[in-house]
Each structure stands twice: as C-alpha cells, then as structure tokens.
C-alpha cells in the first residue's frame, strides 16, 4: 500500500526549482514546475550515477549537469541524448501547505 511521506512546504521550493529529497532507501528530485505543480521522480540520471539535483530546470524539463542530457520531469521520458532510459516518477500531493510524496 501507498505511503504518503512529508518532503517540505510549498514555499520551498520556488518554481523551475530543484531539491534533493533522501528517504530510507530512496533519492528522490521533487521539482516545482511552471505550472505551479509539484513533480517527483528518481533522483539519479538513468545514464551514468550522477545526482539531478545538481542539475537545471528548464521549462519541463531536468537537464542532467554531467552530459547534458534531460528528461520530462513530469513523465520521466528521456528528452534529450544521451539518457534512453526513463526516470521512474512518484505522485505528489499537495495538503495545505505541505508536499508529500508518495511511494
Ligand atoms: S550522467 Fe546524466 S547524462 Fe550522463
């Protein structure tokens, strides 16, 4: 069963803004989109292990600092080469001021 897991309040994390969020096993990338939405997905590039929270938001996009490439954070599909393999992606729900995510 799903578990709902407190990352941070809305005012964190400033729109095409980036935060790392660790939890037991997991490192995850909770990203605020331009829309004003929230988005969460596996914090490691599927191409080499490098870290996405170092790494640039750019429209829906997350650009990978090592080689450049990029996913759509809001799907986890690969955008841009090198990466060709999908992020796995986690819904977020908003509760008043706060962003959770669930695994
Ligand atoms: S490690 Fe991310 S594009 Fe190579």
């Known amino acids: ?4 897991i407190r990352v941070c309040s809305v005012d964190d994390i400033e ?6 969020f660790d939890h037991e096993d997991k ?5 605020h989109g331009p829309d004003g939405n ?5 914090g490691y590039c599927t191409h080499e292990k490098q870290h996405l929270s170092e790494g ?9 600092p090592l080689h450049f490439g ?3 954070y809001r799907t ?23 962003v ?3 695994f």
């Open 38 to 42: 929230f988005y969460a997905t596996d």
């Open 1 to 4: 069963m799903a578990k709902k």
């Open 76 to 98: 986890g599909d690969p955008t841009v080469p090198p990466v060709c393999v999908a992020l796995k992606t986690y819904p977020v729900v908003i509760e008043g001021d706060e």
């Open 15 to 20: 729109e095409e803004d980036v935060m790392r």
């Open 56 to 64: 640039i938001v750019d429209e829906f996009d997350i650009e990978c």
């Open 27 to 31: 490192s995850l990338i909770i990203i």
């Open 70 to 72: 990029a996913f759509d």
């Open 100 to 102: 959770l995510v669930e």
